[in-house]
Structures are given as structure tokens and as C-alpha cells.
């Protein structure tokens, strides 16, 4: 069974996508840890971000940097970070997050809430960096 990535880059699901190009997907996290968070995927359903071909590997590090890039400029912090867990979908991703303090990485906590229209919101000043 495909994974919910793979659906989402097949547009089979919906998403809040940030950005693509023929390797890789950035969508919003639809459970945020602060506003501002993304996931960074390849299109290639790979489990293990270890187990991806040295190009794709690549390609989507510097993917992620340019979605790094365009969140720093939209979400002025101390730190876009990188995350990489892989423990809640069985296909490789990094987490990209604006935080100013250490605490805001904590994935076991309370998440953000937001409405469609915060999401939305959010999707359109980011769209505006590419």
C-alpha cells in the first residue's frame, strides 16, 4: 500500500504544498509544531532516508535547503532546523522548523492548532518565495 506521501505527491490526497520539482515534495505539516513547519519528501517511496540512492539523497538535501531558505525569510528565528524521525510514516522525510529556542522541537508534546485558513495563510507567504 502506497504510503500517505506517495498519495499526496499522486494528488490522490490533499495537502498544503509548498513546493515541488520532479524529485521532491515540501507540504505543510498539518500538525505543526510551531506555525511554519514543513515536510520535505522524496517522491520515491523509500522508507529509510539511509536507503535512498545517492542522487535522490542529495537532490533532496538541497531541496530542503532552498525550502529552508524561503521559511528563514518568511519566519524570521534563531534557526530553521532539521529533523529527521521517520518514526510516524514509513517514507523518508525530513521535518524543516523555525524555532528560537530548543524546546520547540519537542514532537511528544502539545502540537498548534490551526484552521484551514491559518494553513492557508501560512501556504500563500511561502509560495510567494518561489
Not at 502506497?2 to 505527491?9: D, E, K, M
Not at 490522490?12 to 506555525?35: Q, S, T
Request: hydrophobic share 50%.
Amino acid at each position: 500500500m502506497a504510503s500517505v506521501f506517495t498519495r499526496i505527491a499522486l494528488r490522490e490526497i490533499p495537502a498544503y504544498i509548498v513546493a515541488e520539482d520532479d524529485r521532491n515534495m515540501a507540504i505543510l505539516d498539518i500538525n505543526p509544531l510551531v506555525e511554519g513547519h514543513v515536510l520535505v519528501f522524496p517522491k520515491m517511496e523509500v522508507d529509510w532516508i539511509f536507503d535512498l540512492p545517492d542522487a535522490d539523497y542529495k537532490a533532496l538535501m538541497e531541496f530542503s535547503k532552498d525550502i529552508a531558505n524561503a521559511l528563514s525569510r518568511v519566519y524570521p528565528s534563531k534557526r530553521i532546523t532539521m529533523s529527521v524521525v521517520g518514526l510516524e510514516v514509513p517514507h523518508a522525510h525530513v521535518h524543516l522548523i523555525p524555532i528560537n529556542q530548543v524546546s520547540e522541537l519537542n514532537f511528544s508534546g502539545v502540537r498548534c492548532i490551526f484552521e484551514k485558513a491559518d494553513f492557508q495563510a501560512c501556504l500563500e507567504r511561502l509560495k510567494l518565495e518561489f
